[in-house]
């Protein structure tokens, strides 16, 4: 098989799943197939956009934020906001600086982390949703926190299942 644009080169194009595949599974990271453009969303683009989004909307208008969310303007809920936009950009910038890597040690040490605070994020966000502190938009955070969670934890353990189950 010859990779699309390789002009008569014969060049070796690996699977998923092959054992010959040189790059670990968790530096592809891909959520589905490529798109026409041969670009594929990963869980870290996909954190990291959603990073800078609210990070960058937490520091700039903390108070529209926190409307959107349902919760009560004050001063200290706006200091809050600004404080949770700082760590969601140091998060995105984390995760894009952390796009290229390719050793599994690096990888680990920005999965396992990743993993458990998205889960911590998780049941904060489920918690705040249920007791009427955020309406009903919380819920979207829930989705983010679990999606971050999830992906962490399968790309984490994505090695270990081929290591078991494919030798």
């Known amino acids: 098989m010859t990779r699309p644009g390789a002009r008569g080169r014969n060049w070796p194009v690996f699977s998923a ?3 010959r595949d040189p790059i670990a599974p968790q530096a592809r990271a891909a959520v589905g197939r ?3 453009r041969g670009i594929g969303l990963s ?13 960058v909307a937490d520091l700039l208008v903390p108070a529209r934020v926190g409307v959107i969310f349902g919760m009560e303007p004050s001063r200290s809920a706006e200091l809050m906001a600004r404080f949770f936009g700082v760590a969601l ?3 995105a910038l984390i995760s894009w600086f952390a796009r290229d890597f390719h050793d599994e040690s690096d990888l680990r040490h ?3 982390p990743s993993g458990f605070a998205h889960s911590a994020g998780v049941i ?3 918690i705040g949703t249920l007791s ?3 309406n009903a938009m919380g819920w979207t955070g829930v989705l983010i926190f679990l ?9 984490l353990t994505a090695d270990l299942h081929q290591k078991v189950f494919h030798t």
């Open 89 to 91: 950009l140091a998060w």
């Open 17 to 19: 799943f092959s054992r």
């Open 34 to 36: 490529h798109n026409k």
């Open 147 to 155: 999606f971050g969670a999830v992906g962490s934890f399968y790309f």
């Open 43 to 55: 869980v870290k683009t996909f954190l990291t956009f959603f990073g800078l989004l609210f990070g």
């Open 124 to 126: 904060v966000a489920t």
């Open 110 to 112: 920005i999965l396992a």
């Open 132 to 134: 009427g502190t955020m």
